[in-house]
């Protein structure tokens, strides 16, 4: 049973990325994913997350309008879109499992978390 955040790496300002958040050995389809990061010398901070039922989705305040969060349970994955990054969005970014109904940012919620990817924001 593994969790794997992939597809972080170097941008400069203004830049996009898109994270995948890849599951093996059980099926996402059932489970609300969130993203999370941490800075360094940061709290680790929700970003997004979105619902196993409805595909409702939630985000951070500081990313609306440039992160989007989709799943595609046929390749059992869900993805985050990131565009217009700001240095700020520096960070390991993390995807996590929840079995809560509605999408959530509180990190109690999520049960099982996989290796982060880093993203770096520089010029």
């Known amino acids: 049973v593994q969790l794997q955040a992939s597809g972080g790496g170097l941008v400069q300002p203004g830049g996009s990325l898109r994270l995948s958040c890849a599951a093996s050995g059980f099926t996402l389809d059932y489970y609300a994913i969130g993203w999370f990061r941490q800075a360094p010398g940061k709290e680790r901070e929700g970003v997004s997350c979105?619902?196993?039922?409805?595909?409702?989705?939630t985000y951070a305040d500081s990313v609306k309008g440039r992160f989007t969060i989709s799943r595609d349970n046929a390749k059992n994955t869900v993805y985050l879109q990131m565009n217009s990054l700001k240095p700020e969005d520096t960070a390991v970014y993390y995807c996590a499992t929840s079995v809560a109904t509605m999408p959530t940012l509180y990190m109690d919620e999520y049960d099982y978390w996989g290796q982060g990817t880093q993203v770096t924001v520089s010029s």
């Open positions: 979105i619902s196993s039922s409805d595909g409702s989705t």
